[in-house]
């Protein structure tokens, strides 16, 4: 009913060729992994450094290597060629180099992305080719794949936080913070779309639903809480109990999370569709396992989990899509229909600015906005300012007595009156019209009947 | 324990052969593709800029003439020949694939002013200064051999000579009766050496008729007292008429709906009038910055083209104010005469410079015979395209044209002026008591007086 994979039968790379003696490094951290949008490979990293791609189809190790540095997160880029993961060097002092790095399949590394500083968690936004990472001070960076421009870095505010995750619905970036609240970002903008306070203690994982309706989060006081976002209230859907430092929906709509201390996995399922989740299945692994990252694998019913021993796959029923589209994902993709889709998605490449928090606003027209009137400042401002303008002005002299000092006065100040006239008129129209409309407010306040003989009635013309 | 779980078998998802095609398997589940309306805007975008991009409406131009082009006239059986009569005299016909003269018919002394075949393609009629009007049997073989060879001039078969010189000259349809506009409008028969019947309504010149295709005995003509008028043919009288303030150059019934016709005038505007309704224009069509010269429509009714003296071509829809495309170039001058070939596909154009010039009629249309894959491809960029253009940004790639100096600079003016006198008149309404000023609408303001 399982299968398992472990690590330890994975052959490691000669480490000698690396110039240094290490005894073999059975425990090489807890495990990170991510899958490619079709489910076909799968990106492994563990702490100690320990990075490999592996094809899921085949179960074959296609690329292992040792970067020697911490490594925090590994996430795939658009597809299988390339994937990124964050780093923190600690051979050298001197050198504190702690950047994401992005590599090829091959393992050669391409590119070393300095500014996005010591990150902590990367979210790959397909539809868009934007790379997003939030580091240890707090700060998310949105950087765009294909010509290396960094669209957006921002300082959250949130301190140091572990919890990210991408909402594939509408591209926004969710961002648990330590006291509790959870902002979603986007890249055209320095201030959250959205701020919920989500939990009493700090935010340990968010998951997104794929129908893009559902949010569920998990706090460090061992709760998780389901929000449906269409809907945002101060009370969640649902809380049910949990420790859990990893969440994940699957395509299907079941969620996975950590039952208990970390080495047993607790699936639920919602089996009416009206949004309550009970249990489903639970799966103890060998105690002491930590359990890391929970990941479902796209169109199938797997869920991968990666933990400090290694990696593992276990069988859920009813977790995967089972018809995929061949024009979205296709797990069977030959090189040749790889290359095509590349290019497809590129020429559909989103821009940045059509992240938003309701994407089918897009096509229609903004409402028009009525003109805002002028503030009481401003009028002032505008006043004075054709006064400075009137002022500046310099009169002709003009000769045979004609240009008296008195007389220059009395043009002088006839100008600036005039300047001035067409604000006072513009006053004025707005003064009657305000009256106008209290008058006719006025007018409909019924006086009580015992003063009506008091009442003087208008003479009718 | 048997457990169902997904579990898909390779052979069924690939391809056994290299011959074999790959199959495609499809989920429209909304939730599997995110974000699909901002990726269809995307793809909007992309569309409209691509049609800029390939954007080549100029296919070629077709010289031998040695005066200016005065009259075109297309043969409704034959798709591929054209003829075209210039200033000098020379009548010819161009067969359009190959872009060469195929015949010759020399014999004019003065200018042809008018051209005109006959519905079964066999009688080519023409018109001119020389108050000659002349028929030449339109040689059929030649059309479909291309040899440089054989001799091309042709005698004609007859020449009448009357009173006054013509202006125009248009065939009836399914009949072997063709009118004449010069000092009035004569009725001819192939076989008669003088005109059947002649009508005359004032006494200035008829500067173009035109027969209704769908009903033959209905005749449009517009004259230089600033006139259109409406003959049928079997009352004997000239019908209506109605006085505008500015001369039409030239008319063409809409073949789809042949009570409509449009009126290209001096004033720069093409004006579309309902036959039976003379009171008031159903369409102004405005775009040009000089007067408009000729104007054809499309066999598919839905768009006519218009050659104008500010030496641009362009296209409008139908029932739309404004034009669709414009076709410019340094080398082409005045253009005197426009047709739309037979399917829809190419425009001619005739002008000052001898030249007679072929144009597609959608700039960015792929020529050529499309797989049907291609043509999917056409028609979903069309489409989704279709679906955004109101919005800004893709209304400004579909929108920009580049328009030459001068033509931008005269628009531009135009529109201040007209800006200019809608705030006077609007100035006038506002100062006066309501309702003392009506103001008619541009459809009823051109027209003057209907008889």
Not at chain 1, 44 to 62: N, Q, S
Not at chain 2, 54 to 83: Q, T, W, Y
Not at chain 2, 295 to 306: H, L, Q
Not at chain 2, 415 to 420: C, D, I, K, V
Request: hydrophobic share 35%; aromatic share 8%.
């Amino acid at each position: 009913m399982l299968s398992t994979f472990s690590v330890s039968r994975i052959l490691f790379p000669n480490i000698q060729s690396l110039g240094i003696l290490t005894p073999k490094l059975l425990n090489l951290g807890p495990y990170t992994l991510d899958f490619t949008s079709s489910g076909r490979h799968m990106a492994v990293g563990g702490r100690k450094g320990h990075l490999a791609i592996v094809d899921m189809k085949t179960m074959g190790l296609i690329k292992e290597f040792q970067v020697r540095e911490t490594v925090r997160d590994v996430v795939f880029l658009h597809n299988d060629l390339f994937f990124a993961a964050a780093q923190k060097s600690m051979a050298n002092i001197l050198m504190t180099g702690r950047y994401p790095y992005i590599y090829n399949r091959d393992g050669t590394e391409l590119h070393c992305l300095k500014e996005h500083g010591a990150v902590l968690r990367l979210q790959f936004l397909k539809n868009h080719f934007l790379l997003a990472s939030i580091n240890n001070f707090g700060q998310l960076h949105y950087q765009d794949v294909t010509m290396g421009e960094m669209v957006g870095s921002y300082r959250t505010g949130i301190g140091r936080t572990d919890a990210m995750q991408v909402n594939p619905y509408n591209g926004v970036v969710a961002l648990g913070q330590s006291l509790g609240t959870v902002s979603m970002w986007k890249p055209t903008s320095s201030a959250p779309l959205l701020r919920l306070l989500c939990h009493k203690g700090p935010v340990s994982a968010i998951a997104f639903h794929p129908n893009g309706h559902l949010m569920a989060t998990a706090g460090k006081e061992r709760k998780i809480k389901l929000w449906d976002l269409r809907k945002l209230g101060d009370e969640p859907l649902q809380t049910l109990p949990g420790n859990a430092k990893t969440l994940d929906f699957s395509q299907k709509g079941l969620l996975a999370c950590q039952l208990g201390n970390g080495s047993s996995v607790q699936i639920l399922r919602d089996l009416d569709g009206n949004q309550t989740y009970k249990t489903y299945m639970n799966h103890g692994m060998v105690k002491g396992f930590q359990i890391e990252k929970l990941l479902f694998r796209p169109y199938e019913d797997v869920l991968g989990i990666g933990h400090s021993m290694g990696w593992s796959s276990i069988l859920i029923p009813g977790a995967g899509e089972p018809n995929f589209d061949t024009l979205v994902a296709n797990p069977f993709e030959t090189s040749k229909q790889r290359r095509e889709s590349e290019v497809h998605s590129l020429l559909d490449k989103l821009p940045a600015e059509t992240i938003m928090l309701d994407p089918a606003k897009i096509g229609t027209l903004k409402p028009e906005r009525k003109k805002e009137k002028p503030t009481k400042q401003e009028k002032v401002a505008g006043i004075e300012a054709a006064v400075e303008v009137v002022k500046a002005i310099k009169l002709k002299k003009k000769t045979k007595g004609r240009s008296k000092p008195s007389k220059r006065t009395i043009k002088k100040k006839e100008l600036i009156a005039k300047a001035k006239s067409p604000f006072l008129a513009q006053e004025m129209k707005e003064e009657e019209q305000v009256a106008r409309k209290k008058q006719k407010t006025i007018e409909y306040v019924e006086t009580p009947t015992s003063l009506l003989r008091f009442v003087r009635k208008k003479a009718t013309a | 324990m048997k457990v169902k779980v997904i579990s898909r078998s390779a052979d069924e998802f690939t391809k056994e052969r290299s011959q074999d095609l790959q199959r495609v398997f499809r989920n429209f589940d909304p939730s599997i593709r995110t974000q699909e309306k901002a990726v269809e805007y995307v793809r909007a975008q992309n569309a409209a800029k691509l049609d800029k991009i390939f954007a080549r409406p100029f296919v070629g131009a077709m010289e031998g003439h040695i005066d200016s082009i005065s009259c075109m006239a297309k043969n409704p059986n034959h798709l591929i020949g054209i003829f075209s009569g210039s200033m000098d005299g020379e009548i010819r016909l161009w067969d359009l694939a190959s872009r060469r003269t195929v015949g010759r018919f020399p014999g004019h002394k003065g200018a042809v002013q008018g051209l005109t075949v006959s519905t079964d393609g066999r009688v080519l009629v023409s018109c001119g200064t020389d108050s000659t009007v002349r028929l030449w049997s339109v040689p059929v073989s030649n059309l479909l051999k291309e040899d440089a060879s054989s001799d091309k001039s042709a005698q004609p078969r007859e020449t009448y000579v009357w009173k006054n010189a013509f202006r125009s000259v248009d065939h009836q349809w399914n009949s072997d009766r063709f009118a004449t506009g010069g000092a009035g409008v004569d009725i001819w028969n192939h076989n008669r050496s003088a005109p059947e019947q002649s009508y005359q309504w004032g006494t200035d010149t008829v500067v173009s008729v035109r027969f209704n295709p769908g009903e033959p005995h209905i005749l449009a003509t517009s004259a230089s007292d600033r006139s259109i008028a409406l003959y049928d043919l079997r009352m004997g009288k000239p019908t209506s008429k109605f006085i505008m303030r500015t001369r039409t150059n030239s008319i063409c019934w809409n073949p789809m709906e042949p009570i409509n016709f449009t009126a290209a005038n001096e004033d720069s505007n093409c004006y579309s009038f309902d036959c039976r309704k003379f009171g008031e224009a159903t369409c102004v069509h405005m775009d040009h910055v000089s007067a408009v010269m000729d104007i054809d429509y499309s066999p598919t009714g839905r768009e006519f083209v218009t050659g104008s003296y500010d030496r641009t071509i362009m296209i409008f829809p139908y029932n739309a104010g404004h034009k669709r495309e414009i076709y410019h170039t340094k080398r082409m001058q005045r253009v005197f005469c426009v047709k739309y070939s037979c399917d829809g596909s190419y425009v001619i154009s005739g002008s000052d410079d001898t030249n007679l010039r072929l144009w597609k009629s959608k700039a960015s249309e792929q020529l050529g015979v499309l797989l049907p894959r291609e043509q999917k491809k056409h028609e979903y960029h069309e489409a989704v395209k279709n679906r955004y253009k109101h919005l800004p940004e893709i209304k400004r790639i579909v929108r920009h044209r580049h328009l030459p100096k001068p033509i931008y600079k005269a628009g531009k003016q135009i529109r201040e002026q007209n800006e200019s006198q809608r705030k006077k008149q609007e100035k006038r309404k506002a100062h006066s008591a309501p309702g003392s000023i009506v103001e008619e609408p541009l459809r009823k303001r051109k027209i003057i007086k209907v008889e």
